[in-house]
């Protein structure tokens, strides 16, 4: 008997009664791909153009302390 002659007889095969969820990958879910509106986009570059000022700030900072340790400027 082929699958279609069982199923007729109301015989089922034992994988039928399987429960058969879709599952996704973990894959799949980190590369979903979601637009971003310009409005959206535009406040996220301000942000990291913000960002990066901070970091240059700090940089420069850092250059000023190191070159006055470097030339003994710092009282002990």
Not at 35 to 64: C, F, H, P, V, Y
Request: charge should be negative; proline fraction near 3%.
């Amino acid at each position: 008997m082929d699958e279609k002659q069982l199923f007729d007889s109301g015989c089922f095969l034992p994988c039928w009664t399987e429960d058969v969820a879709e599952q996704q990958s973990p894959i799949a879910t980190v590369y979903t791909r979601g637009n971003k509106d310009l409005q959206t986009l535009l406040s996220e570059l301000e942000q990291i153009k913000g960002q990066i000022q901070d970091i240059q700030e700090r940089q420069w900072n850092l250059a000023r302390l190191i070159h006055f340790h470097e030339n003994n400027l710092v009282k002990d």
